[in-house]
């Protein structure tokens, strides 16, 4: 079959990698001059900076991502991964993996010494965690099993789902308040959902575990609790995560896949409700059999294609999309490693305990600065190729509105850089000194680079309820992938996902 697939996200270079080593006619259309969307560095004067996500879950061998990858044959293509994992810094304490490997509950044990009134709710805590791990190890391994061992791990899946049932629809909120009783200590749990601009009483409950794998903390973790909980690792790619692009254009090109940069997709075309082909830069109509897009789904469902092709389900599905925001992200070139005083590669700095309310105003347009708190990321502490010779690069960001109450983003940026470098130096005393060059990312920046006119900051916001655009559209023959899709946000999710999508439809074209 000819197959044309809409944007280069993740999403489309797993379809597109899928199809192409099955030895069907793929042809990636992206609007850039390079691939990737989100996941093409950002590169100036010998500096390398990720612009997506920064630590990536599950890539490892024996782990979701990294099956699909290695099925795919990417890490034979000069792709590769390390274990990596973060650090937490919050107003009045933070938590740092002992220099001495101390055990798989070592960062429990240390905030029952912090807060001693929680010890009991952090021993229930932890085996409520145990089991969410033990059901997604459980709900991995059916994925890959069938006829009787499949029908056995489903009994299995549904005794180790039976005790959670009752809590299945609580929220963030309202589970951490039935653990611990300290707003401190429940911050150390849900303070990731800054990033996702879902506030805690809005984020589903038992997601907070699965937001919170013991391995992100110190990678020296064992992967196994037990025989039925597997934990995945975070890891950094050597290179960037750009490499993970690079890799999967040369498993297409090597398969005959072809691919077209600087090609925007301008009309995807439609007949007796089938997708039939595309437009290029609104001259040449190209025909496909099948079209796989992805995206943001508003600008491909209404300018790309039409409301006219919609049902008035799926119009109040793309009206009604949460998505995220966007990120103020500050690049540096430096000429000397912070990563002895930020602690490692990625750094997650908290500067307040309420973030229902520092969330809600993020949303309604409202920017920190910085002042809430930001992240760290120094790339040249695993690949000191990123950076010229003796020098070194970090990242550092905030969340941020995509369109600001007051002003436009282009008239404040210079102000705002200047603000959460003074931030930083409070968390990193000196950088200022060091600093050879900087330069900023604003959400404007990144619509015009992406080609949206809604910048969300890894896809769909995942409030309690509401759901991504599914893979099969209401027009056939169209379907769509990536970050605002049912999968949601997270490279790992969009790659297993995508993965198992396009392995159904190989199977149907068989």
């Given at each position: 079959?000819?197959?044309?697939?809409?944007?280069?996200?993740?999403?489309?270079?797993?379809?597109?990698?899928?199809?192409?080593?099955?030895?069907?006619?793929?042809?990636?259309?992206?609007?850039?001059?390079?691939?990737?969307?989100?996941?093409?560095?950002?590169?100036?004067k010998g500096y390398k900076w990720d612009l997506?996500?920064?630590?990536?879950?599950?890539?490892?061998?024996?782990?979701?991502?990294?099956?699909?990858?290695?099925?795919?044959?990417?890490?034979?293509?000069?792709?590769?991964?390390?274990?990596?994992?973060?650090?937490?810094?919050?107003?009045?304490?933070?938590?740092?993996?002992?220099?001495?490997?101390?055990?798989?509950?070592?960062?429990?044990?240390?905030?029952?010494?912090?807060?001693?009134?929680?010890?009991?709710?952090?021993d229930k805590y932890y085996k409520y965690y145990?089991?969410?791990?033990?059901?997604?190890?459980?709900?991995?391994?059916?994925?890959?099993?069938?006829?009787?061992?499949?029908?056995?791990?489903?009994?299995?899946?549904?005794?180790?789902?039976?005790?959670?049932?009752?809590?299945?629809?609580?929220?963030?909120?309202?589970?951490?308040?039935?653990?611990?009783?300290?707003?401190?200590?429940?911050?150390?749990?849900?303070?990731?959902?800054?990033?996702?601009?879902?506030?805690?009483?809005?984020?589903?409950?038992?997601?907070?575990?699965?937001?919170?794998?013991?391995?992100?903390?110190?990678?020296?973790?064992?992967?196994?609790?037990?025989?039925?909980?597997?934990?995945?690792?975070?890891?950094?790619?050597?290179?960037?995560?750009?490499?993970?692009?690079?890799?999967?254009?040369?498993?297409?090109?090597?398969?005959?896949?072809?691919?077209?940069?600087?090609?925007?997709?301008?009309?995807?075309?439609?007949?007796?409700?089938?997708?039939?082909?595309?437009?290029?830069?609104?001259?040449?109509?190209?025909?496909?059999?099948?079209?796989?897009?992805?995206?943001?789904?508003?600008?491909?469902?209404?300018?790309?294609?039409?409301?006219?092709?919609?049902?008035?389900?799926?119009?109040?599905?793309?009206?009604?999309?949460?998505?995220?925001?966007?990120?103020?992200?500050?690049?540096?070139?430096?000429?000397?490693?912070?990563?002895?005083?930020?602690?490692?590669?990625?750094?997650?700095?908290?500067?307040?305990?309420?973030?229902?309310?520092?969330?809600?105003?993020?949303?309604?347009?409202?920017?920190?600065?910085?002042?809430?708190?930001?992240?760290?990321?120094?790339?040249?502490?695993?690949?000191?190729?990123?950076?010229?010779?003796?020098?070194?690069?970090?990242?550092?960001?905030?969340?941020?509105?995509?369109?600001?109450?007051?002003?436009?983003?282009?008239?404040?940026?210079?102000?705002?850089?200047?603000?959460?470098?003074?931030?930083?130096?409070?968390?990193?005393?000196?950088?200022?000194?060091?600093?050879?060059?900087?330069?900023?990312?604003?959400?404007?920046?990144?619509?015009?680079?992406?080609?949206?006119?809604?910048?969300?900051?890894?896809?769909?916001?995942?409030?309690?309820?509401?759901?991504?655009?599914?893979?099969?559209?209401?027009?056939?023959?169209?379907?769509?992938?990536?970050?605002?899709?049912?999968?949601?946000?997270?490279?790992?999710?969009?790659?297993?996902?995508?993965?198992?999508?396009?392995?159904?439809?190989?199977?149907?074209?068989?």
């Amino acid at each position: 079959m000819k197959i044309a697939i809409v944007g280069s996200g993740i999403g489309g270079l797993i379809a597109a990698a899928y199809f192409a080593t099955n030895g069907h006619d793929v042809h990636i259309f992206e609007q850039y001059h390079r691939l990737g969307g989100v996941l093409a560095p950002y590169e100036s004067k010998g500096y390398k900076w990720d612009l997506g996500q920064l630590l990536i879950e599950g890539l490892g061998q024996g782990e979701p991502s990294g099956d699909v990858l290695q099925e795919l044959g990417v890490f034979k293509k000069g792709f590769s991964v390390l274990k990596d994992d973060r650090r937490y810094v919050f107003p009045d304490f933070s938590i740092d993996k002992p220099e001495e490997y101390q055990g798989p509950r070592w960062r429990i044990e240390k905030l029952k010494e912090l807060f001693p009134e929680d010890a009991k709710g952090l021993d229930k805590y932890y085996k409520y965690y145990t089991r969410l791990i033990e059901l997604l190890t459980i709900g991995y391994r059916l994925g890959w099993s069938k006829g009787l061992k499949a029908f056995l791990w489903k009994v299995v899946l549904y005794a180790k789902l039976l005790p959670l049932i009752p809590k299945s629809k609580w929220s963030a909120k309202r589970m951490m308040d039935y653990f611990f009783t300290s707003k401190k200590l429940k911050c150390v749990f849900i303070s990731i959902l800054a990033d996702f601009f879902t506030q805690p009483s809005n984020f589903l409950g038992l997601g907070v575990f699965a937001l919170n794998p013991e391995p992100s903390f110190d990678k020296r973790m064992p992967a196994h609790i037990n025989r039925l909980a597997q934990q995945f690792y975070h890891y950094s790619i050597p290179g960037g995560i750009s490499m993970m692009v690079d890799a999967l254009e040369k498993v297409i090109t090597d398969s005959g896949g072809k691919i077209h940069l600087n090609s925007l997709v301008t009309q995807i075309h439609v007949k007796d409700n089938s997708a039939t082909g595309i437009t290029i830069n609104e001259a040449d109509n190209l025909d496909f059999d099948l079209v796989i897009a992805n995206g943001g789904a508003r600008e491909i469902f209404y300018d790309v294609i039409s409301r006219d092709y919609l049902t008035p389900e799926f119009i109040e599905h793309l009206d009604t999309l949460p998505l995220m925001d966007g990120v103020f992200m500050v690049h540096l070139g430096l000429d000397y490693d912070p990563s002895p005083l930020t602690g490692g590669v990625c750094t997650y700095y908290y500067n307040t305990y309420d973030f229902e309310d520092g969330i809600a105003l993020a949303k309604a347009g409202e920017y920190h600065g910085g002042k809430e708190g930001f992240v760290t990321h120094v790339p040249t502490t695993h690949t000191p190729s990123m950076a010229p010779a003796n020098h070194y690069a970090m990242t550092v960001y905030t969340i941020c509105p995509d369109i600001l109450q007051e002003g436009s983003w282009e008239s404040v940026k210079e102000r705002y850089t200047d603000v959460l470098i003074a931030y930083l130096e409070e968390k990193v005393p000196g950088i200022s000194e060091h600093i050879v060059m900087r330069t900023v990312m604003t959400p404007d920046d990144f619509k015009q680079r992406l080609h949206v006119k809604h910048f969300a900051f890894g896809g769909l916001a995942p409030e309690i309820g509401k759901s991504g655009i599914p893979f099969i559209t209401c027009i056939e023959n169209l379907y769509y992938v990536g970050a605002q899709s049912q999968t949601g946000g997270g490279i790992n999710r969009i790659i297993t996902e995508t993965a198992n999508l396009t392995k159904k439809l190989l199977e149907n074209l068989q």
